[in-house]
């Protein structure tokens, strides 16, 4: 087994406003997930990729059950369990020990997997247009073949994938070996001087207006004040900063809401998180006292010990449970707030301060006129050569951190690699077409991998398959990357014929490398001989399993305590 194979060994999903959960088992290498339309084929490979953060698309029913889902996995040989509540995510070992939690995909999730996998692409944020680690969308991607998108169109499994600009060229490159890790790592940096070097430029060129300005208004050998001039400008400043304390006043007053509210929230969370601990303490109890009537050790008050009472304490620690994740998001959008009418208020408290002391300065206009002379304009002069001299040798310094850097990623072009990773791109398209009967398209001398295939009607999915496994084999012997699971969804699109159906699963089955897991869902293999796991939910429209619920509760909930008391200590 490779040591950067990744493999899915279990996913279990859990409703418990529907007291209803479900549990799969994967095989390590061929998986099929089969049965009849609307049984939930999709949910359980949605949920997968739900788990670990790259978000999809359910039905409106699926999002009703507000499942919770726990994947269990591994990677590089040691195993890992992923928890997904709503959108906190928690990262445990194989003994349940929390290893992280996160409260963001984008600002937690992402950077965590980019390290554990050792993938180094950075893609351009399409609000910031700065460099960021990839999505787990992004980074699971070229594996994954959804039944909504994919057989039209490549590279659109996911949801949110638009919160990078033009990723796909950039992601191609990396996934076949175009472009490597230190590619990425030196564009990112290169980004960052250039974004630098445009601050730089953009202060040098107001300072040098400034000063163009400033030496019209400077006369060459005195320095006169007009005193009404004086007293207009001083009229103004203090227009100025009344409007300026008003708006204080106005941000303070807000900041001192929202701090009542996050006092209030984090008084909530802490009453909640408190009653799940006495309630687990009481059930506990409850479990070990098996009279007809025990006392409650936390208020001393007698209960009858009976399964509803035992059962009602579980409803109970649910109903916390469900109300400390809504705490919990109330407190983020109330952080959030906070932080913003704090940045605004520091703002202006600053402004506030600025012109306070220009009208101190004011004041002593007397003082000022006695000391401003003729040296006055050289010392002013002198002060702007200095600044304009400083930047100027900051931008030198920065262009050519910059050519240094683009220097070393030119040399990363390697024109020769290129053309033989195209090359042989080519050649596997060719024959993978013509093993899926695909006669009207070839690669036709691509000088680049595409970005897609175009063909017509039927032909469609089968030359998108074709060309999916083109890029994935062509990754394999071009880089080494993490092996991600290959997950193929209803592959049977536009009405193939019998023979077409014929030659997709056989094409599946007999060209995915035995270094990568598979998990192919489709409602029957059209005559293809296949002996190998078998994953077969078979009730219509409902996936989940009443029975199937206690056991699933039992493992799950104790994690979400771990998760959730991680996530109101911050730790």
């Known amino acids: 087994m490779e040591l950067n194979q990744l493999l899915i060994k279990k996913l279990t999903i859990l409703s418990i406003p529907e007291k209803s959960a479900k549990t799969v088992t994967f095989h390590p290498q061929r998986n099929l997930i089969t049965g009849e339309n609307d049984v939930g084929k999709s949910s359980i490979i949605k949920s997968i990729y739900h788990s670990l953060g790259a978000d999809v698309q359910f039905d409106n029913i699926w999002e009703k059950a507000d499942a919770i889902s726990l994947l269990t996995f591994s990677y590089s040989n040691k195993d890992y369990m992923i928890l997904r509540s709503r959108d906190h995510f928690g990262l445990f070992d194989e003994y349940g020990n929390l290893l992280q939690s996160f409260d963001s995909i984008i600002k937690g999730l992402s950077p965590y997997f980019a390290k554990l996998f050792n993938n180094k692409l950075q893609l351009k944020q399409s609000q910031t247009n700065q460099r960021i680690p990839a999505s787990p969308a992004i980074q699971f991607l070229p594996f994954y073949i959804d039944q909504d998108k994919s057989w039209t169109k490549p590279w659109d499994s996911f949801e949110g994938l638009g919160v990078f600009s033009g990723f796909k060229r950039d992601l ?53 004040i007009d005193i009404k001039a004086f007293k207009r400008d001083i009229d103004r400043l203090l227009v100025k900063l009344e409007v300026l304390k008003n708006k204080e006043n106005e941000y303070r007053k ?40 025990i006392t409650c050790p936390t208020c001393n008050a007698s209960y009858e010990n009976s399964m509803v009472s035992r059962f009602g304490l579980l409803k109970d620690i649910d109903t916390c449970r469900s109300l400390l994740s809504d705490y919990l998001e109330d407190k983020k959008k109330i952080t959030k707030e906070v932080t913003k009418l704090e940045s605004q208020l520091n703002l202006q408290v600053a402004k506030v301060r600025e012109i306070t002391a220009i009208l101190n300065k004011k004041k002593g206009k007397v003082r000022l006129k006695d000391l401003i002379q003729n040296e006055s304009s050289k010392q002013v002069k002198e002060i702007f050569n200095r600044s304009q001299s400083n930047y100027s040798t900051q931008i030198g310094g920065v262009e050519e951190q910059k050519t240094e850097l683009e220097s070393a990623r030119s040399n990363l072009n390697n024109r020769e690699r290129k053309d033989s990773i195209v090359s042989r791109f080519n050649t596997l398209i060719d024959l993978f077409l013509i093993k899926l009967n695909v006669h009207t398209l070839n690669s036709d001398g691509f000088s680049d991998i595409p970005l897609s295939v175009r063909s017509q009607g039927s032909d469609t999915p089968r030359a998108l398959l074709a060309y999916y496994y083109s890029v994935l084999f062509t990754s394999k012997e071009f880089t080494s990357l993490p092996l991600f699971p290959l997950v193929i969804d209803s592959p049977n699109q536009q009405d193939q ?52 619920f206690e056991d699933s509760y039992a493992e799950i909930a104790p994690l979400i305590d771990r998760l959730q008391t991680s996530l109101v200590t911050g730790s």
């Open 172 to 224: 191609i490159n990396f996934v076949t070996g175009i472009r490597s890790n230190e590619y990425f790592l030196l564009s990112e940096q290169i980004d960052q001087l250039s974004a630098k070097l445009k601050t730089l430029k953009n202060e040098s060129g107001v300072l040098s207006s400034a000063r163009k300005t400033v030496e019209k208004h400077i006369p060459k050998a005195t320095f006169d």
């Open 254 to 293: 807000n900041l001192i809401k929202q701090k009542s509210k996050e006092a209030f929230i984090d008084n909530e969370i802490t009453l909640v998180s408190k009653s799940i601990r006495e309630i687990n303490k009481d059930y506990e109890h409850s479990l070990n006292e098996l009279d007809c009537e």
């Open 497 to 548: 014929d019998a023979t077409n159906r014929h030659k997709i699963i056989k094409f599946i089955f007999e060209n995915t490398p035995d270094d990568y897991q598979l998990i192919l869902g489709t409602v029957d293999l059209h005559g293809v001989e296949y002996d190998g796991h078998i994953i077969s939910p078979v009730t219509k429209l409902k996936l989940l399993d009443k029975d199937e």
